[in-house]
C-alpha cells in the first residue's frame, strides 16, 4: 500500500505561482512512477505532469513551460511548480502513484487540493 497527502492548494490571481506537494508513505520502493491529475468542474481528469524513477518528466501540452514536476527521495515528496496561472489552471490537483508489486501493477491516489485562480 502506498498513502499520498497533498497539499499547496488554495486561491491566487492569474499570473500567480503556487507549488504543490504530494508527500508519500507506505511501500514507496514499488513506485515507477508519480503523476499529478487535475479535474476541472464538468471536465474529465487529466494528466498535467509525471516524473518516472529514474528522474525523467513529461508534461501536458497546456502546462509546457509554465510547471515544473520535481521529487525529493530524502522526503518521499513529490512538487509541482505551477507559474503564470490562469483560470484555465482551475481544478482540483491529484496526486497519483504507479507501483508495481510482484507481477501486479497498482495506482493509488490521494485525495486532491483545490487550486484556484482568479482572473
Known amino acids: 500500500q502506498v498513502q499520498l497527502v497533498e497539499s499547496g492548494g488554495g486561491l491566487v490571481q492569474a499570473g500567480g505561482s503556487l507549488r504543490l506537494s504530494c508527500a508519500a508513505s507506505?511501500?514507496?520502493?514499488?513506485?515507477?512512477?508519480m503523476n499529478w491529475y487535475r479535474q476541472a468542474p464538468g471536465k474529465q481528469r487529466e494528466l498535467v505532469a509525471v516524473?518516472?524513477?529514474?528522474?525523467?518528466?513529461n508534461y501536458a501540452d497546456s502546462v509546457k513551460g509554465r510547471f515544473t514536476i520535481s521529487e525529493d527521495n530524502a522526503k518521499n515528496t513529490v512538487y509541482l511548480q505551477m507559474n503564470s496561472l490562469n483560470p484555465e489552471d482551475t481544478a482540483v490537483y491529484y496526486c497519483?502513484?504507479?507501483?508495481?508489486?510482484?507481477?501486479?501493477?497498482?495506482?493509488?491516489w490521494g485525495l486532491g487540493t483545490q487550486v484556484t485562480v482568479s482572473s
Open positions: 507506505g511501500n514507496i520502493f514499488s513506485i515507477n512512477a
Open positions: 516524473i518516472t524513477s529514474g528522474g525523467t518528466t
Open positions: 497519483k502513484a504507479a507501483a508495481t508489486m510482484g507481477i501486479h501493477e497498482f495506482d493509488y
